[in-house]
């Protein structure tokens, strides 16, 4: 059995306490008046030259969901445009003003949705993870299905957060749960079917509900494997696993189309449940290798060998690839062909995003690639940690890129109310997820398979 | 030096060659070669045979494969024939490079694999129409044999091999 060392617990309620502080002081912070904004863009205009204050240029690159429009405005009257520009421009520079208001309190919303839905998509890759184990009968991995189950016991709480600030945050996340921006934009009214309010809790609850009763149901047969006599338990997980793969196939794309597509509800990428579930998978499974890690490193999991951490290490660096394949035909495909409603989502994170969204790929591709190539280094516990480090901000940065550019525009920092965010979550995260593991032995000792998972090698 | 007589131990189980390498290796007796009708996982290592350099191989060719696919894109697509497909009529090679990554991924993995494969088949000495040197051929089928060099001593050898589990034991004059 673990005991939750004091230590640790003390470390993740500092996490807690300091994060939820950080929270409350950016959003205490976020109220600003009209006049302090501008006073924030005087002086950044001062600082970034004259062509930076051109307030219509801001208000085309700022907002994505209004790109479409306003470029397709721009092209037919561009004649008219640069005439008008400098008539308006003491028009434009309120409406680019309370633009930036709104944009600087959506960040604080963001911020915390992005660390929120980052802790429950780690949670969730365990869980799929797990299950395509139990349905593969995979015989390396029951010496980890303890590890796996409590990490997985954050999905509940986590995702009932992500659907919380959702709804809590409405039109500052997703504006088309703003009726007055749905009644001026017919794109949004033709996806109304899809994109209200109660369909979107419905849709939300099914998905939490489906993966929270595998979640306790697999868990339910696991511990009674453990004084079972025969494989009944077993056969009933693995039934249930094979099941919940076919149900989460569907649901967690969906659940991306909703919970992180929406925020651009103009835009839509037909393989964006694919990259997402990457993103989750390898996070996951990188959460599983350095909690491995650190539990054998306090001497725990002493039937854990280094055969399991390289093969772990295996499909972090596997998966790492995957989730770059999906990234790249996402992007290949759009940028190729270049429709102006497609192509604006990569526009706003080219111009606007650059470091993020290229420094995203050197640390969930090119770094894992290089560093975990090495057949001998993937069972370095130190090079592991490494890698893993790397990989769980990149992915952060991910999700960050997903949110970012449409709810803040060009106004992203990672600061405060982001750091705070991860710290709150990734707080509360360590929390349950350790007092998770103190409830089980560490060994699924009846599970049929874990003889053969003992005595694993490469 | 290769010596002049050789003892070939049949078996007939993957687990007992392997139980019987370790014995083998225990003795310090040289093991000339291993034949087996399909690869035994950890053989290698209980025979202590070197590490393989085929990975550090495969680095290379794929380097050299990303490289060929970078400047023959240059050279087709930028500087002979450039063309506007799509709409994309630029004439920069880091404009259009997106749209190449594609083939150099295709191209890595075409000159890793197929280089890594003829790499084995040379440092194997293996070539068309070469005759087999497979000692018997029934370790194609069924039958894994373990070839040890004899130094004067074959009646222990034998006595030891048959302990380990061998069902065959023949001694082989390799003089010419």
Redesign the interface.
Same mark, same amino acid.
């Given at each position: 059995m673990y005991t939750f060392s004091n230590r640790l617990k003390v470390f993740a309620i500092v996490l807690v306490v300091l994060g939820a502080i950080g929270v409350a002081s950016g959003f205490m912070n976020s109220h600003k008046s009209l006049e302090d904004v501008k006073v924030i863009l005087a002086e950044e205009a001062s600082h970034h030259g004259p062509e930076h204050a051109d307030a219509t240029h801001e208000v085309v690159k700022g907002d994505s969901h209004e790109v479409t429009e306003d470029s397709l405005k721009a092209a037919e009257d561009s004649h008219e445009h640069a005439d008008s520009a400098n008539a308006s421009a003491d028009h434009n520079d309120d409406e680019h003003a309370e633009h930036v208001l709104h944009q600087i309190h959506n960040r604080q919303y963001a911020a915390l949705y992005v660390a929120a839905f980052f802790f429950m998509m780690i949670s969730l890759g365990v869980l799929a993870f797990y299950a395509v184990q139990y349905a593969a009968q995979a015989g390396w991995s029951p010496v980890i299905f303890r590890v796996m189950e409590a990490i997985t016991y954050y999905l509940l709480p986590g995702a009932l957060i992500v659907l919380g600030i959702a709804l809590w945050a409405g039109p500052h996340l997703f504006v088309w749960m703003d009726p007055e921006v749905v009644a001026h934009d017919e794109l949004i009214q033709n996806k109304a079917s899809w994109l209200n309010k109660p369909w979107f809790i419905i849709r939300a609850l099914i998905f939490i509900g489906g993966w929270s009763f595998y979640r306790w149901i697999s868990r339910k047969y696991s511990i009674a494997q453990d004084t079972a006599e025969d494989n009944s338990n077993f056969k009933k997980g693995f039934r249930w696993s094979a099941g919940f793969l076919v149900f989460y196939i569907y649901t967690s794309s969906m659940m991306s189309w909703d919970w992180i597509m929406s925020v651009d509800p103009h835009w839509f990428s037909t393989l964006f449940g694919w990259y997402v579930f990457a993103s989750m998978f390898v996070s996951g499974i990188t959460v599983i290798a350095l909690m491995i890690i650190y539990l054998k490193s306090r001497g725990y999991l002493e039937f854990v060998n280094d055969s399991h951490l390289h093969d772990l290490a295996k499909f972090m660096f596997g998966i790492s690839i995957f989730w770059t394949y999906l990234w790249?035909s996402q992007? @290949?495909l759009i940028?190729?062909?270049?429709i102006p409603e497609e192509v604006t989502y990569f526009v706003t994170r080219i111009e606007d995003y650059k470091l993020p969204f290229f420094g995203m790929v050197v640390m969930n591709f090119v770094f894992p690639l290089l560093i975990l @190539?090495n057949?001998d280094y993937k069972r370095i516990p130190w090079f592991v940690v490494m890698a893993g480090i790397v990989i769980l901000c990149g992915h952060y940065i991910d999700v960050f890129n997903m949110i970012m550019p449409a709810t803040v525009g060009d106004r992203w920092s990672i600061g405060i109310p982001e750091i705070s965010s991860v710290m709150l979550f990734g707080g509360l995260f360590l929390l349950l997820v350790f007092y998770a593991l103190t409830k089980a032995p560490l060994l699924a000792k009846g599970n049929p398979f874990t003889k053969e998972s003992e005595q694993f090698?490469y | 030096m290769e010596p002049s007589k050789v003892i070939q131990a049949m078996y007939t189980d993957d687990d007992v060659l392997m139980s019987a390498v370790k014995k083998v290796k225990a003795e310090k007796h040289h093991i000339e070669e291993i034949y087996t009708p399909f690869p035994v996982h950890?053989l290698d290592k209980a025979m202590g045979l070197a590490p393989t350099r085929i $990975?550090i191989t495969s680095?290379m060719y794929g380097c050299v494969g990303l490289i060929v696919a970078i400047l023959m894109m240059k050279f087709i697509m930028i500087d002979d024939w450039p063309q506007d497909i799509?709409?994309?009529p630029s004439f920069s090679y880091m404009e259009n490079m997106? $749209?190449f990554?594609?083939i150099m991924f295709e191209l890595t993995v075409f000159f890793a694999a197929h280089l890594m494969v003829i790499t084995f088949y040379l440092r194997s000495k293996m070539w068309p129409f070469k005759k087999a040197e497979n000692p018997d051929p029934r370790t194609t089928d069924d039958h894994f044999l373990m070839e040890i060099g004899v130094h004067g001593n074959e009646k222990e050898l034998t006595r030891f091999l048959k302990e380990t589990g061998a069902v065959e034991i023949n001694l082989i004059d390799k003089a010419h």
């Open positions: 790249f992007f @290949m940028w190729y062909s270049n @190539m057949s090698h | 950890g $990975a680095f799509g709409g994309k997106p $749209a990554v594609p």
